[in-house]
């Protein structure tokens, strides 16, 4: 396997892949978040995936050994380990590998094709999870600020989502520091949510996906 695409783009943009072998052994460093469903990943120059796809697969291991035997649980948490991860990436090309990746090993866990609601509601959240744009900037590709968006799966098929902006959230960790003027206020105190939905099915994210449902981005 081939750690890098071109001498060029090692020049232009530090492109250079972690081998496998060291992705394992630097997401065994934090073995049990790998493999809590609900934990959220953030790699802010994702490249095609290379950590944020044995994430899902960890977290796809998990689901089945929580969820395995009900498809409807198995189902949605699925969905719930994919929204956990996000990414940043600056090439058009390896995003939409990541993005392509990241789908692959969603579908083949649960065997699904182009047309399941599943797939296209999984396709709808990674394009909202895998930005394509600048981490140091903290702009898309349109200059508009990163938004991150925060899911949450509140049972009986339905989902939450919230949207902030990456730029506001990484300011938190200096805000609520011991010292600071926040020192003590809990997180959802200071930073509120550029915009936040009713709660979404499958169903629903799927149409977004095509335009069908109206409301979101
Ligand atoms: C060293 S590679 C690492 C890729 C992947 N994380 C891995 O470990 O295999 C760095 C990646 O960051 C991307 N990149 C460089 N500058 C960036 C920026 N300012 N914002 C987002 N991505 C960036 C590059 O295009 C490249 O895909």
Same mark, same amino acid.
């Given at each position: 396997?081939?750690?890098?695409?071109?001498?060029?783009?090692?020049?232009?943009?530090?492109?250079?892949?972690?081998?496998?072998?060291?992705? &394992?052994?630097?997401?065994?460093?934090?073995?049990?978040?790998? /493999?809590?469903?609900?934990?959220?990943? %953030? &790699?802010?120059?994702?490249?095609?995936?290379?950590?944020?796809?044995?994430?899902?697969?960890?977290?796809?291991?998990?689901?089945?050994?929580?969820?395995?035997?009900?498809?409807?649980?198995?189902?949605?948490?699925?969905?719930?380990?994919?929204?956990?991860?996000?990414?940043?990436?600056?090439?058009?090309?390896?995003?939409? /590998?990541?993005?392509?990746?990241? %789908?692959?090993?969603?579908?083949?866990?649960?065997?699904? @094709?182009? @047309?399941?609601?599943? !797939?296209?509601?999984?396709? !709808?959240? %990674?394009?909202?999870?895998? +930005?394509?744009?600048?981490?140091?900037?903290?702009?898309?590709? @349109?200059?508009?600020?990163?938004?991150?968006? &925060?899911?949450?799966?509140?049972?009986?098929?339905?989902?939450?989502?919230?949207?902030?902006?990456?730029?506001? %959230?990484?300011?938190?960790?200096?805000?609520?520091?011991? #010292?600071?003027?926040?020192? #003590?206020?809990?997180?959802?105190?200071?930073? @509120?949510?550029?915009?936040?939905?009713?709660?979404?099915? +499958?169903?629903?994210?799927?149409?977004?996906?095509?335009?069908?449902? &109206? #409301?979101?981005?």
């Amino acid at each position: 396997m081939s750690l890098i695409k071109s001498k060029k783009r090692v020049a232009d943009h530090g492109e250079v892949f972690t081998p496998p072998w060291l992705v &394992e052994k630097m997401l065994d460093l934090v073995k049990g978040e790998t /493999e809590r469903i609900d934990a959220r990943f %953030l &790699e802010p120059a994702c490249g095609s995936g290379n950590f944020l796809v044995p994430i899902l697969q960890r977290k796809l291991a998990a689901v089945e050994l929580k969820f395995g035997k009900s498809g409807f649980e198995k189902r949605h948490y699925a969905l719930l380990a994919m929204m956990c991860a996000y990414g940043i990436e600056l090439l058009p090309d390896n995003i939409a /590998e990541c993005r392509a990746n990241m %789908l692959e090993v969603f579908a083949d866990y649960l065997g699904l @094709t182009e @047309t399941d609601e599943l !797939y296209r509601a999984a396709s !709808y959240v %990674l394009s909202l999870n895998l +930005v394509h744009g600048d981490a140091m900037t903290m702009r898309d590709t @349109t200059g508009d600020p990163i938004s991150v968006v &925060e899911w949450g799966y509140i049972g009986k098929g339905k989902f939450q989502r919230r949207d902030f902006r990456l730029d506001v %959230l990484t300011g938190m960790a200096g805000l609520t520091a011991e #010292g600071s003027l926040f020192a #003590g206020h809990k997180a959802h105190d200071i930073f @509120t949510a550029t915009r936040s939905y009713d709660p979404m099915t +499958v169903r629903d994210l799927a149409g977004y996906a095509s335009g069908e449902t &109206e #409301g979101a981005v």
